[in-house]
Protein backbone atom coordinates (compact mmCIF):
# COMPACT_ATOMS: atom_id res chain seq x y z
CA UNK A 1 0.00 0.00 0.00
CA UNK A 2 0.83 3.59 -0.66
CA UNK A 3 2.90 6.18 1.64
CA UNK A 4 -0.15 8.71 2.90
CA UNK A 5 -3.05 5.92 3.54
CA UNK A 6 -6.56 8.49 4.73
CA UNK A 7 -9.19 6.96 6.49
CA UNK A 8 -11.76 7.12 5.97
CA UNK A 9 -12.11 7.48 2.15
CA UNK A 10 -15.49 9.31 2.39
CA UNK A 11 -17.33 11.10 5.23
CA UNK A 12 -20.75 12.42 5.70
CA UNK A 13 -22.15 14.45 8.32
CA UNK A 14 -24.52 17.08 9.82
CA UNK A 15 -23.45 20.88 9.70
CA UNK A 16 -22.24 21.64 13.26
CA UNK A 17 -20.92 18.57 14.05
CA UNK A 18 -16.97 17.40 13.72
CA UNK A 19 -15.19 15.40 11.45
CA UNK A 20 -11.42 13.33 12.09
CA UNK A 21 -10.14 12.31 9.04
CA UNK A 22 -7.01 9.88 9.57
CA UNK A 23 -3.63 9.97 7.78
CA UNK A 24 -1.19 6.68 8.30
CA UNK A 25 2.27 6.49 6.47
CA UNK A 26 4.82 3.90 6.47
CA UNK A 27 8.80 5.82 6.29
CA UNK A 28 10.22 9.04 8.32
CA UNK A 29 9.18 12.23 7.21
CA UNK A 30 10.22 15.75 7.61
CA UNK A 31 6.88 16.93 7.57
CA UNK A 32 3.41 16.17 6.81
CA UNK A 33 0.50 18.49 5.74
CA UNK A 34 -3.25 18.48 4.92
CA UNK A 35 -4.17 19.86 2.11
CA UNK A 36 -8.30 20.69 1.13
CA UNK A 37 -9.49 20.69 -2.70
CA UNK A 38 -13.23 21.80 -3.57
CA UNK A 39 -14.57 19.62 -6.35
CA UNK A 40 -11.41 19.05 -9.22
CA UNK A 41 -10.14 22.06 -8.04
CA UNK A 42 -6.39 23.24 -7.23
CA UNK A 43 -5.28 22.73 -3.41
CA UNK A 44 -5.67 24.75 -0.53
CA UNK A 45 -2.84 23.88 1.85
CA UNK A 46 -4.42 23.74 5.32
CA UNK A 47 -1.95 23.22 7.79
CA UNK A 48 1.69 22.00 8.49
CA UNK A 49 3.06 19.78 11.08
CA UNK A 50 6.77 18.83 11.32
CA UNK A 51 8.17 15.55 12.75
CA UNK A 52 8.69 17.04 16.04
CA UNK A 53 5.70 18.61 16.55
CA UNK A 54 2.51 16.86 18.18
CA UNK A 55 -0.42 18.82 17.66
CA UNK A 56 -1.21 22.21 15.62
CA UNK A 57 -4.37 24.80 14.96
CA UNK A 58 -5.17 27.03 13.16
CA UNK A 59 -9.38 27.94 12.95
CA UNK A 60 -11.23 25.23 13.51
CA UNK A 61 -8.52 22.61 12.41
CA UNK A 62 -6.53 20.94 14.44
CA UNK A 63 -3.71 18.47 13.55
CA UNK A 64 -2.10 15.81 15.63
CA UNK A 65 0.89 13.55 14.70
CA UNK A 66 2.15 10.23 15.98
CA UNK A 67 5.74 9.89 14.95
CA UNK A 68 5.73 6.63 16.62
CA UNK A 69 2.44 4.81 15.22
CA UNK A 70 2.86 6.70 11.83
CA UNK A 71 -0.45 8.60 11.85
CA UNK A 72 -1.90 11.91 11.47
CA UNK A 73 -5.43 13.17 12.69
CA UNK A 74 -7.25 15.78 10.84
CA UNK A 75 -10.00 17.37 13.32
CA UNK A 76 -12.68 20.29 11.80
CA UNK A 77 -14.60 21.46 14.36
CA UNK A 78 -18.36 22.82 13.89
CA UNK A 79 -18.76 21.54 10.06
CA UNK A 80 -20.34 24.15 7.48
CA UNK A 81 -21.55 23.51 4.05
CA UNK A 82 -18.63 25.02 2.61
CA UNK A 83 -16.11 22.53 4.38
CA UNK A 84 -17.70 19.72 2.14
CA UNK A 85 -13.99 18.93 -0.02
CA UNK A 86 -11.38 16.36 -0.62
CA UNK A 87 -8.67 16.32 1.63
CA UNK A 88 -5.49 15.20 1.33
CA UNK A 89 -2.54 14.49 3.70
CA UNK A 90 0.83 14.53 2.25
CA UNK A 91 4.43 13.70 3.09
CA UNK A 92 7.98 14.31 2.49
CA UNK A 93 9.49 10.76 2.98
CA UNK A 94 12.71 10.84 4.04
CA UNK A 95 14.85 10.84 0.53
CA UNK A 96 11.86 10.44 -1.61
CA UNK A 97 9.12 12.73 -2.83
CA UNK A 98 6.03 14.41 -2.43
CA UNK A 99 3.29 11.77 -1.72
CA UNK A 100 -0.17 12.52 -1.85
CA UNK A 101 -2.39 10.21 0.34
CA UNK A 102 -6.14 8.99 -1.59
CA UNK A 103 -7.61 10.91 0.17
CA UNK A 104 -10.81 11.41 2.21
CA UNK A 105 -14.72 13.01 0.70
CA UNK A 106 -15.96 15.03 3.13
CA UNK A 107 -19.98 15.89 2.79
CA UNK A 108 -21.09 18.47 5.20
CA UNK A 109 -24.94 18.14 4.69
CA UNK A 110 -27.38 21.54 5.91
CA UNK B 1 0.26 38.41 -4.79
CA UNK B 2 0.06 35.24 -3.45
CA UNK B 3 -1.39 33.23 -6.33
CA UNK B 4 0.10 30.77 -8.51
CA UNK B 5 -2.15 31.06 -12.01
CA UNK B 6 -2.57 28.88 -14.59
CA UNK B 7 -3.42 29.22 -18.31
CA UNK B 8 -5.38 27.96 -20.00
CA UNK B 9 -8.37 26.73 -17.86
CA UNK B 10 -9.24 24.18 -20.49
CA UNK B 11 -7.50 22.50 -23.25
CA UNK B 12 -8.62 19.90 -25.95
CA UNK B 13 -6.36 18.47 -28.28
CA UNK B 14 -5.87 16.09 -30.84
CA UNK B 15 -2.99 13.31 -30.77
CA UNK B 16 -1.05 15.09 -33.16
CA UNK B 17 -1.60 18.42 -31.49
CA UNK B 18 1.46 20.57 -29.75
CA UNK B 19 0.24 23.11 -27.10
CA UNK B 20 1.74 24.19 -24.01
CA UNK B 21 0.32 24.54 -20.40
CA UNK B 22 1.75 27.79 -18.32
CA UNK B 23 2.56 28.86 -15.00
CA UNK B 24 3.76 31.62 -13.05
CA UNK B 25 4.22 32.86 -9.57
CA UNK B 26 5.22 36.30 -8.56
CA UNK B 27 5.65 34.78 -4.75
CA UNK B 28 9.97 34.62 -4.91
CA UNK B 29 9.43 31.13 -4.96
CA UNK B 30 12.17 28.77 -5.87
CA UNK B 31 10.31 25.45 -6.19
CA UNK B 32 7.64 25.07 -8.72
CA UNK B 33 6.18 21.67 -9.50
CA UNK B 34 3.77 20.18 -12.02
CA UNK B 35 1.18 17.24 -11.29
CA UNK B 36 -1.19 15.14 -12.92
CA UNK B 37 -4.71 14.21 -11.63
CA UNK B 38 -7.58 11.87 -12.72
CA UNK B 39 -10.86 12.27 -11.33
CA UNK B 40 -11.17 10.94 -7.63
CA UNK B 41 -7.28 10.54 -7.06
CA UNK B 42 -4.94 12.51 -5.69
CA UNK B 43 -2.25 14.44 -7.17
CA UNK B 44 0.74 12.55 -8.95
CA UNK B 45 4.27 14.40 -9.03
CA UNK B 46 5.99 14.93 -12.98
CA UNK B 47 8.34 17.23 -12.20
CA UNK B 48 10.30 19.77 -9.78
CA UNK B 49 11.80 22.48 -10.39
CA UNK B 50 14.40 23.94 -7.67
CA UNK B 51 16.30 27.26 -8.37
CA UNK B 52 14.87 26.97 -12.41
CA UNK B 53 16.98 23.65 -12.85
CA UNK B 54 15.03 20.54 -13.15
CA UNK B 55 16.20 18.44 -10.24
CA UNK B 56 13.45 15.72 -10.27
CA UNK B 57 11.36 13.87 -13.15
CA UNK B 58 9.18 10.99 -11.97
CA UNK B 59 9.30 8.80 -15.52
CA UNK B 60 7.45 10.72 -16.97
CA UNK B 61 6.83 10.47 -20.73
CA UNK B 62 8.80 12.22 -23.45
CA UNK B 63 5.75 13.82 -24.78
CA UNK B 64 5.47 15.72 -21.31
CA UNK B 65 8.37 18.56 -21.92
CA UNK B 66 8.73 20.37 -18.78
CA UNK B 67 10.52 24.31 -19.12
CA UNK B 68 11.65 26.72 -16.75
CA UNK B 69 12.26 29.95 -18.53
CA UNK B 70 12.69 32.00 -15.37
CA UNK B 71 12.21 31.88 -11.29
CA UNK B 72 8.36 32.70 -12.13
CA UNK B 73 7.60 31.26 -14.82
CA UNK B 74 7.07 27.14 -15.67
CA UNK B 75 5.64 26.04 -18.74
CA UNK B 76 4.52 22.14 -19.93
CA UNK B 77 5.21 21.33 -23.26
CA UNK B 78 2.85 18.95 -25.03
CA UNK B 79 3.62 16.44 -27.98
CA UNK B 80 1.85 13.52 -29.64
CA UNK B 81 -0.29 12.78 -26.19
CA UNK B 82 -2.62 9.88 -26.28
CA UNK B 83 -6.78 10.14 -24.72
CA UNK B 84 -5.16 8.35 -20.97
CA UNK B 85 -3.22 11.78 -20.61
CA UNK B 86 -6.60 13.57 -20.27
CA UNK B 87 -6.75 15.11 -16.51
CA UNK B 88 -6.23 17.94 -14.78
CA UNK B 89 -2.99 19.53 -15.26
CA UNK B 90 -1.84 21.10 -11.47
CA UNK B 91 1.25 23.75 -11.13
CA UNK B 92 2.43 24.28 -7.56
CA UNK B 93 5.13 26.64 -6.11
CA UNK B 94 6.83 26.47 -2.57
CA UNK B 95 9.53 28.95 -1.02
CA UNK B 96 12.42 26.48 -1.13
CA UNK B 97 11.91 22.85 -1.84
CA UNK B 98 9.37 20.62 1.12
CA UNK B 99 7.78 23.38 2.25
CA UNK B 100 4.30 24.41 1.79
CA UNK B 101 3.35 24.52 -1.37
CA UNK B 102 0.73 26.64 -3.14
CA UNK B 103 -1.32 25.32 -6.20
CA UNK B 104 -2.74 26.96 -8.82
CA UNK B 105 -6.53 26.05 -10.27
CA UNK B 106 -5.43 23.89 -13.02
CA UNK B 107 -5.41 23.43 -16.68
CA UNK B 108 -8.28 20.86 -17.52
CA UNK B 109 -6.91 18.74 -20.60
CA UNK B 110 -8.97 16.69 -23.07
CA UNK B 111 -7.11 14.39 -25.74
CA UNK B 112 -9.10 13.23 -28.18
Known amino acids: SQQGEEDPQALSIQEGENATMNCSYK?????LQWYRQNSGRGLVHLILIRSNEREKHSGRLRVTLDTSKKSSSLLITASRAADTASYFCATYPRGQNFVFGPGTRLSVLP | DTEVTQTPKHLVMGMTNKKSLKCEQHMGHRAMYWYKQKAKKPPELMFVYSYEKLSINESVPSRFSPECPNSSLLNLHLHALQPEDSALYLC???????????FGPGTRLLVL
Open chain 2, 92 to 102: ASSPPFQETQY
Open chain 1, 27 to 31: TSINN
